[in-house]
């Protein structure tokens, strides 16, 4: 028995064969996962693990495909989605959220529960474990800075817990998280007003809508923020807004964006990419990096 079968025997409806994974990413586009399942469970986590580790396959995670490109030849091995684990819970001012929950979702609950430190992080569009695994942040506010610990589970199926304090953490970095699976992660608020609050989310949640293409599949910023600029403000004043290859394009409503306009391929993402980085290094000097993740084979 191949190991497809024995995930499909084990998942059932739950495994999906050669799923597309323009279905599962945020920029719509991109070729198949050789295999697509949904664990929900440490124990399913570790089945999944089991069996990569005995047939030598390549794992990969997946949370809301909110910063991932992925190649039009798709991906080897076994993709593993978290949208199954989604639970939330709060007591005082912890809140903890299984990996696969929106974190966007925790913000919402830590606001109306009148605790302070997440609102800021309003409606980024990723899962909770995808924010922990990038310290994901937006508006001067990070992940991390509330985060307490993390549940995790190792490539082995080991279960573990680190506390914040114990790993190092930078901005969009996490270190040596990689070889670790993220299932759940604790946040330590603090009591502030409701009234003030709701109206940060708020504005937030409409500068967003405001200055962002959210009309159009994207991933949100393509590049990380370089010492003492920004992205976008370096990609603009080199002229790029509306640069388009293909269906890709820099958006003219926020540079920092790449937006799949018209069935862009992920060839044509990522050919934009490198024709952005390449004509802002000439211009400014500056090697922007890559905040996006890049799966599988590009040319």
Known sequence: MDYKQELKNFFGERC????????????????????????????????VLKLASAYNIPLHIL??????????????????????????????????????????KVCEIAVHAGLAGMEKLSGIPGSVGGAVYMNAGAFGQETFDKLEYFDV???????????????????????????YIVLSAAFKLDKADFTQLVETRHSILHKRIEKQPLDFPSAGSVFKRPANDYASRLID???????????????????????????????????????????????????????????????
């Open 16 to 47: 999906l064969p050669d799923e597309p994974m323009g279905n599962h990413t945020t920029y719509r586009t991109g070729g198949p996962a050789e295999v697509y399942v949904y664990p929900a469970t440490a124990e399913e986590w570790g089945f």
């Open 63 to 104: 949370g809301f495909g909110s910063n991932i490109l992925v190649g039009s030849k798709g991906v080897q091995g076994i993709v593993c989605s978290t949208k199954h684990m989604q639970a939330i819970s709060r007591e005082g001012n912890n809140i903890k959220a299984q990996a696969g929950a929106a974190l966007d």
């Open 153 to 179: 589970i190792d490539l082995q199926g080991r279960p573990a817990t680190i506390l914040k304090n114990d790993i190092s953490y930078a901005y969009r970095h996490v270190e040596g998280i990689e070889n």
């Open 237 to 299: 004043d080199t002229g790029l807004r509306g640069l388009s290859v293909g269906g890709a394009k820099v958006s003219e409503k926020h540079a920092g964006f790449i937006i799949n306009f018209n069935r862009a391929t992920p060839e044509d993402i990522y050919e934009l990419m490198k024709q952005v980085r390449q004509k802002v290094k000439e211009k400014h000097g500056v090697e922007l990096e890559l905040e996006q993740i890049l799966w599988g084979e590009f040319a």
